[in-house]
């Protein structure tokens, strides 16, 4: 029976390897505050060696919160909440293969995810994570009071993410979403479980700030698109078979790189239903 767990940090600021919990299987009460308390603080944690069904792994998301479906794929047969993240031998482009936060398009954007490691290539494929709270603490007093009165529109439709979607959406698409979203948020969110705030625009789906053009929002959202990826805010994760990353989605965004051309990979990944940013 699931009980005590150890958790080990990855960097000063972000990732924890998690062990002596079996995924699998629920976790008691105060276990899983505990983990709740860690998933807060520590903005994504790793489970390795885990074997789990799609049921299993929706069980397990859904101690975190609600459950959504994921926009634009349907789900894997066996459950309509897990969504195959699918890259083919052949294939050249990874889906979501750019620095993004999950869905920020919708009005209320994924609370978080779990990615379950079904089938990965003998090297290469590693996930980074990025704390947005650091981001956000390491920028100007100025800089800080300006963007905490401004937000941004973002979009499902920026060129550079959509073509990530392409060879996913022929096989695996879901006709009934709509082709596109587009919602406005803050560009500094707080966090709405532990108050801290959070740099809360991403480059796979930010356009512009609110009451700016693209042309003139362009040269600060590259400034601050450059500063929250800086190393000292990152952790990378290396996927085992049977690894199960659970990300916090108000609080960080993250990057798959693309550098297992040949082999194939696939992941089932479950969303966490989120609120309107704050």
């Keep these: 029976m699931n009980g005590e767990f150890e958790s080990v940090p990855v960097t000063p600021f972000i990732g924890a390897e998690i062990t002596g919990l079996d995924l699998s299987q629920p976790i008691p009460g105060p276990a899983l505050e505990k983990l709740r308390d860690t998933w807060h603080d520590r903005k994504a944690l790793f489970f390795r060696n885990q074997t789990l069904n799609p049921d299993e792994q929706v069980a397990f998301t859904r101690q975190f919160g609600d459950i959504d479906k994921y926009p634009f794929l349907v789900g894997v047969e066996q459950n309509p909440y897990v969504a195959p993240v699918l890259k083919e031998a052949h294939d050249k482009v990874n889906f979501g293969g750019v620095w993004h936060s999950d869905t920020t398009y919708l009005d209320m954007p994924a609370k978080g995810a779990s990615l379950y490691a079904v089938e990965i290539p003998p090297i290469g494929g590693d996930t980074i994570f990025v704390d947005m709270e650091q981001a956000y603490e390491h920028l100007s007093e100025g800089l800080k009071s300006m963007l905490s009165q401004m937000r941004a529109v973002n979009t499902s439709e920026k060129a550079d993410v959509s073509k990530t979607r392409e060879d996913r959406l022929a096989d695996h698409g879901d006709g009934s979403t709509p082709k596109s979203f587009a919602n406005s948020h803050p560009v500094v969110r707080t966090h709405p479980e532990t108050g801290r705030k959070c740099l809360y625009i991403n480059e796979g789906h930010t356009s512009h ?13 590259e400034y601050l698109y450059q500063h929250q990826r800086k190393a000292e805010f990152q952790c990378r994760l290396r996927w085992g078979q049977g690894t199960l990353a659970l990300w916090d989605n ?6 798959p790189i693309n550098d297992y051309h040949g082999h194939r990979r696939l992941m089932h990944r479950v969303s966490l239903k989120g609120c309107v940013p704050m």
């Design 209 to 221: 700030f609110e009451g700016w053009t693209e042309e003139e929002s362009t040269p600060l959202l």
């Design 250 to 255: 108000r609080s960080t965004h993250h990057y």
